[in-house]
């Protein structure tokens, strides 16, 4: 069975090199799993098995291609439709998720020549600290939550709790970037007590793990998720290639 999806423009991808009817199941079991771990609930999951059918003619390998390829067009027509059209209602996971393509389209893309942009101004940008990664998601969310603010103080009754980025009310985003010498186990502990600190219901801890430590990202983000039933807890988890 092949790895989880990771995002929507994986999954596209992913569907695209489907050349045979194993590989075509195999990719619709993980996008459901994907459509469920992003909040969506039966109706669309059944939606997704309607046109995701395709018929298998066992005299023809032509007709059973030609109806692969009818169903795999669906099912991304399908994606545009639930995900990707759709970020303000309930696509934050997915957006976040996606994160790494806006990074890799603006600082690993060769510049055109005729710009005033060239490639050692972008090389000069690094990131170094949460500081950072909060600048470039704020400027990557804005457009698609205009309500979206930085650094939002909430008062739970006992103490204030900052918001690295509020997105609605009951919504908000905590970054954390790892560093030099940071443990895992530290990192856990300061997601914790961020779990128990804020009030609101949905927190999104947007993890930018610039110095690698955690060796199993799937293993941690459903420890974490799992912390608590009284909020939803997402992790999401970012390994940079390049800064």
Known sequence: MSKEISGIQEAIERIQECSSPEAFDDMKHQLKAYMKRTGMGAECI?????????????????????????AKERVIQYIYEKMAKKPGENNLLSVLENYYYFLESLLEREPDKRGGIQKNHLDA??????????????????????????E??????YSTVRTDIYIEPDKVIEIKCSRENMKVKKLIEEI???????????????????????????????HLEKKTKEKQVRIIIHQPRRL
């Open 125 to 150: 940008i690094r990131i170094r600290n949460e500081y950072d990664v909060q600048f470039l998601l704020y400027a990557y969310l804005k457009p698609l939550y205009p309500e979206a603010r930085l």
């Open 46 to 70: 059944s939606e997704l098995e309607k046109r995701a059918f395709y018929y298998v003619n066992e005299y023809s390998e032509k007709d059973t291609s030609r109806s692969i390829k009818e």
């Open 192 to 222: 914790e007590a961020d779990i128990i600190h804020y009030s609101v219901s949905n927190i999104y801890f947007f993890i930018y793990d610039k110095e690698k430590i955690i060796e199993n990202p799937i293993v941690l983000k459903n």
């Open 152 to 157: 939002v103080s909430e008062d739970t009754g």
